[in-house]
């Protein structure tokens, strides 16, 4: 089998530095745009007579410079993803467009560069319309208001603040009724995630936890819950479950530093999530949907 690219027309081509069969900010772009793309490793086998696609997508410096070098070959529109500001400014002189994900959107926009709040992520309010549609039938048996409790790794290690955090849902569960559906994140050290499990009591619960045979069902127990309920300090957890059109709570106050805490602060101040004190009222909230938002803008911006 050979590598060589045979000419058929592909709309959007990616290409990202150091991301052996992950899914990149380019990639995460390319997923929303609605049209089909390609994933480029290797651009020296590209010919000049190659049929060319309608944009190029790149993030990372190696594949942005392979990206300018497909621009030069095949007159090809080139859009970088990035998430420093001053590497977003730089590159806004050589690339058609750079989507700067960012933890503050500014109030006016750079020349060529699109910045969105956070990174860019697959997950969007459509998947979670069809993750509803595949699991409804599993989960019609619980009863509701069923809350989706996302517990990922990096808040706390301590056994007495997983009871306590446990004890608070176990009291409001007690009060409004319904049923729990947990999600157990990689890195959730097993004694917190056992204490998180004891604390919740008699709750009618389902727990999945990272590393067991299932497939991750958290799409599902969101797509299917009244409310979520998110603990830890993954970025990407919290865009994807900002995402959903659900009343989102904190199960803690964000810190002072690091990605997490720093776009969980701006949610907070925007009305997007909310500190979890025991209600699980719900609340106009918009959105957070900012990948959609950059596939719109990329769309009409180079025609797609």
């Not at 290409?15 to 290797?42: V, W």
Request: hydrophobic residues 45%.
């Amino acid at each position: 089998m050979t590598d060589r690219l045979v000419p058929s027309r592909v709309p959007v081509w990616v290409i990202e530095s150091a991301q052996p069969g992950g899914c990149g900010p380019a990639h995460a772009l390319a997923g929303r745009l609605g049209t089909s793309f390609r994933r480029l490793t290797d651009v020296s086998f590209v010919e000049d007579d190659s049929a060319s696609p309608g944009l190029v997508l790149t993030a990372g410096f190696s594949a942005g410079m392979a990206g300018l070098s497909l621009r030069k070959k095949l007159k090809v529109p080139v859009v970088h993803c990035c998430s420093s500001r001053s590497v977003a400014l730089a590159a806004s002189r050589v690339f058609d467009e750079v989507i700067l994900s960012s933890w503050h959107v500014p109030e006016r926009e750079s020349s060529r560069v699109f910045s969105v709040l956070g990174p860019l992520s697959i997950v969007s309010p459509a998947l979670y319309e069809r993750a509803e549609r595949l699991w409804r039938e599993r989960l019609e048996h619980l009863p509701r208001p069923r809350i989706a409790v996302r517990l990922e790794a990096g808040w706390s290690d301590s056994v007495s603040d997983a009871m306590l955090a446990a004890r608070q849902i176990e009291l409001s569960m007690r009060l409004f009724g319904g049923s729990l559906l947990v999600t157990i994140g990689e890195g959730v050290p097993a004694a917190f995630a056992n204490a998180f499990a004891d604390g919740l009591g008699s709750c009618i619960k389902l727990i999945w936890r990272h590393g067991e045979p299932d497939d991750n069902p958290g799409l599902g127990f969101t797509a299917c819950s009244d409310a979520v309920i998110l603990y830890g300090t993954r970025v990407s957890a919290l865009v994807e479950t900002a995402a959903s059109v659900l009343p989102l709570f904190l199960g803690h106050v964000p810190g002072h530093f690091g990605g997490y805490n720093s776009l969980a602060r701006v949610l907070l101040k925007r009305g997007n999530v909310r500190i979890f004190d025991s209600d699980f009222s719900p609340w106009p909230r918009e959105v957070l949907d900012e990948a959609g938002r950059a596939a719109c803008f990329v769309r009409n911006r180079f025609e797609l």
